[in-house]
């Protein structure tokens, strides 16, 4: 059961305020000061309006009248100043926190909550959620206007703060059905723009697609598909904004002119004076304070929305990493009964599974069998649900963090290559690249020929640096190279190679390219008679474990590879070339 200490739509907000703490209570002290001096103000102008009509001196209050004047403005600019800064402050520590938290979580966090609606709750919401210490601290004064009006009225005459309660709690039920209200159709607005920010990221990504099928129209009415709900969520929002303020509107003059009325009344009866009638109407102005309740109220009520939409993202859970090292050893993987479901269905049931030391294991096995699901648990890209996992003897996740990252390297079949030059991605994963690793990495991945044709060799920026598909893998696999480790795990690394290339690198990989365990998710015949073992998966289990040549006179192990039975010769042809 989730509490409040531990529920992160409440703990982010807290832990985004201490961040700023310092900031955000000096705000609080501003804006109260600045509440302070607005209820000063009208009793000096009372006082001085009395001291001339009766025609006595009354510069020091005409001063005094002055000074809150000026005093108010100046305060009213720092505010504006702790406002933007706290907000500032606030939306920079949300993004940082959540952006290392996306991190961490790896892909559980795109395959839940998608990348489009993960990068609109990161910036949008990120943004709105940082007005909520502000936005309260501002309240606490917009607040304090109300009450100090209130009891200023009290001090003026008993019966004009009665008179002013007496219609009060219609004003109170007003703005709280209007907080409620608006937190709602702000989270329905909300919810719409991720839809729309997720499926133009998708559109985006496959925008080559999109242009070689000519539906450009057909996925443009996709992306804008949410767009009219959005537009009654947003309207739903502004009437509801809107109603609250002219009920609110509504009842303020009314309660104002009570106040006057009644004053009215006292001044006929001398019980007041004609400043203390002035004072009083300013005191009814500001006891009814409408207008900056309902904008502070309107501000948390997004914030409070967007925080929730944090909160959902932060509790997703991040892996937790143990504390042990790993001993010295070869690189020796395992897998005891694992178990994998994605959407509710077993991918892996049961596999077990050993990759001896300094070897190769071509794995492979029909679309959806599980093949990239299991590279992504050998390195604990993800746990799996069942099982566990070891190298080396120490299961994956009772190793520290930097150490499981340091003995595993990876390549993908569609690398994203991150870094200001080509120098710069290769050697992403270390501390201390020398230009001599990261150009052997790059040999023994067959791309420095292409990478020295570039303006500036290496050290050509990413965006400068034109490359196909190929040499965008082979870039990937020299990444991998150049980290090192015990563990090498290539995840259809080489789908986008040619023949000649591919069979160059596994030979080099074979010839001590690398001395790391290698973990290959093969889909090529040639690829898995170069390994030292191939696992077959088939069904969501280890169907059998052998060299190539003895696994290819099963039938249905060269349908597997060859993809339908009338390819199984050419496959046999390549597999043995």
């Not at 001196?57 to 005093?71: H, K, N």
């Not at 947003?234 to 009842?251: C, I, K, L, P, Y």
């Not at 040999?443 to 990478?451: I, K, L, N, Q, S």
């Not at 920026?461 to 965008?472: M, V, Y």
Request: glycine share 10%.
């Amino acid at each position: 059961m989730t509490t409040a200490a531990d529920d992160p739509c409440r703990a982010l907000p807290r832990s985004a305020t201490r961040h700023s703490s310092a900031r955000i209570a000096a705000l609080c002290l501003v804006s109260t000061a600045a509440t302070g001096a607005g209820l000063l103000l009208p009793a000096a102008l009372g006082r001085a309006l009395d001291l001339l009509l009766a025609g006595a001196p009354a510069t020091g209050w005409v001063l005094c009248c002055a000074a809150l004047v000026l005093t108010l403005a100046l305060l009213d600019a720092c505010q504006s100043l702790l406002v933007g800064t706290v907000d500032a402050r606030t939306t920079a520590w949300l993004r940082g926190r959540l952006t290392g938290h996306v991190l961490a979580v790896g892909p559980r966090a795109t395959d839940r909550f998608g990348a489009g609606d993960l990068v609109a709750r990161l910036v949008g919401n990120a943004a709105q959620a940082g007005t909520a210490p502000a936005a309260r601290a501002v309240l606490l004064a917009a607040l304090t206007g109300p009450v100090g009006g209130i009891v200023a009225l009290a001090l003026i005459d008993p019966w004009l703060a009665a008179a002013f309660l007496a219609g009060a709690p219609v004003l109170a039920v007003l703005l709280r059905t209007f907080a409620r209200d608006t937190s709602r159709c702000v989270a329905r607005y909300q919810r719409e723009q991720g839809r729309i920010a997720a499926a133009l990221a998708e559109a985006v990504d496959g925008h080559r697609t999109i242009a070689a099928a000519g539906t450009a129209d057909r996925e443009t009415a996709r992306i804008l598909r949410p767009l009219p709900e959005l537009s009654r969520a947003g309207h739903r929002m502004w009437q509801v904004q809107g109603r609250a303020a002219a009920q609110a509107v509504t009842v303020a003059p009314l309660l104002q002119l009570g106040v006057v009325a009644v004053a009215g009344v006292l001044l006929a009866r001398h019980r007041l004076s004609v400043g203390e009638v002035l004072a009083a109407s300013r005191y009814a102005v500001l006891a009814t304070g409408v207008g900056m309740l309902v904008a502070q109220l309107a501000g948390v009520a997004r914030a409070r929305a967007a925080a929730v939409r944090l909160g959902e993202v932060v509790a997703e859970p991040a892996s937790a990493h143990g504390r042990r090292r790993l001993p010295p050893g070869p690189g020796r993987l395992e897998l005891r009964g694992v178990i994998a479901r994605r959407g509710g269905t077993a991918v892996l049931n049961g596999v077990d599974l050993v990759v001896p030391g300094g070897t190769t294991l071509a794995v492979v096995g029909r679309s959806g069998a599980g093949k990239s699901v299991l590279a992504a648990l050998a390195g604990r890209l993800a746990d799996p649900d069942g099982g566990e996992i070891l190298l080396d003897g120490v299961p994956l996740s009772e190793l520290t963090h930097d150490e499981l990252r340091g003995a595993v390297a990876y390549a993908f079949e569609r690398p994203v290559l991150l870094g200001g030059t080509v120098e710069d991605a290769i050697g992403l994963s270390l501390t201390a690249p020398s230009p001599a690793r990261i150009r052997q990495a790059a040999h023994t991945a067959h791309a420095d020929d292409f990478v020295s044709r570039l303006p500036h060799g290496y050290a050509t920026a990413l965006a400068d640096a034109p490359r196909s598909g190929g040499e965008s893998q082979r870039l990937g696999l020299a990444r991998a190279f150049a980290h090192g480790g015990r563990l090498l795990i290539l995840d259809d690394a080489l789908s986008s190679l040619d023949t000649v290339t591919e069979a160059r690198i596994t030979e080099a990989l074979a010839d001590g390219g690398s001395p790391a365990t290698r973990l290959l998710i093969a889909h090529r015949a040639a690829t898995a008679a170069r390994a030292d073992t191939v696992a077959w998966l088939d069904g969501g289990r280890v169907r059998a474990v052998g060299r190539h040549e003895e696994l290819w006179g099963n039938a249905a192990y060269r349908e597997t590879l060859a993809g339908t039975p009338g390819d199984a010769s050419a496959a046999a042809d390549e597999a043995h070339r």
